[in-house]
C-alpha cells in the first residue's frame, strides 16, 4: 500500500457548478482510488502565468492505495475528462484556464521518469499552492528526492499568492 498524493485544482466554472465545487466533487472521485483518504482545505492562488485570467481554487488529497503510479494516472485523467477537460498538446494551451487539473504528485517513495509520469511532480516543491494544502494534511511527508518535510518545504514557499478559503460547509 502507497501513500499517494494529488492534488486538484480548478479555475473555469463548467455548466453545472463553480471551481471549488468542482475541487469538491472531483475529490469525491479521486478518494474512491485508494482508502484513508484525506482532503486538505480549498486555497486560492492566482493564475499564472496570465495573471489577468481566474484565480485557481486547489487542494491536495492524501489517500493509501494498492494501484501502481501509472494506473492512478490513467484514473486521474479519467476522472478528468469526466468533467470535460482535455489535455491539450498546444504548447500556447498549457496554463489555459481549466475545469478540472489533476497531478499525480507522489506515489510512495517511487521516482519515474517517463514520457507520461515524472514522480515526484518535478514542480511540486516550488509550489505554494500545493505546498501549503500539503502540510496541512501531511506535514511530515518527505518528499523522495530533496529529503525535506512538506511543512519545510512550505516554510520555504513564498505564500503571497496562495490564501486559504474559509470553510462554507
Not at 494498492?66 to 486521474?76: G, K, V, W
Not at 507520461?116 to 518535478?122: E, I
Not at 501549503?132 to 529529503?147: S, Y
Amino acid at each position: 500500500m502507497a501513500v499517494t498524493l494529488i492534488s486538484l485544482g480548478s479555475n473555469k466554472r463548467n455548466a453545472k457548478a463553480s471551481p471549488a465545487k468542482i475541487v469538491m466533487l472531483a475529490a469525491n472521485s479521486v478518494a474512491s482510488l485508494g482508502k484513508n483518504a484525506k482532503l486538505s482545505s480549498l486555497y486560492r492562488s492566482d493564475a499564472w502565468p496570465d495573471p489577468i485570467a481566474p484565480a485557481y481554487v486547489n487542494a491536495v488529497m492524501r489517500l493509501e492505495t494498492d494501484f501502481a503510479a501509472e494506473e492512478i494516472l490513467s484514473a486521474i485523467l479519467a476522472i478528468e475528462a469526466g468533467f470535460s477537460r482535455i489535455r491539450s498538446t498546444d504548447p500556447a494551451k498549457r496554463y489555459a484556464p481549466r475545469t478540472l487539473d489533476l497531478d499525480l504528485l507522489a506515489h510512495g517513495d517511487v521516482r519515474m521518469e517517463t514520457s507520461a509520469l515524472s514522480l515526484p511532480h518535478p514542480r511540486m516543491a516550488g509550489r505554494g499552492f500545493v505546498l501549503l494544502p500539503l502540510a496541512e494534511i501531511a506535514p511530515d511527508w518527505r518528499h523522495p528526492v530533496k529529503g525535506e518535510t512538506a511543512s519545510e518545504m512550505a516554510a520555504a514557499c513564498d505564500p503571497s499568492s496562495v490564501a486559504r478559503l474559509p470553510f462554507t460547509g
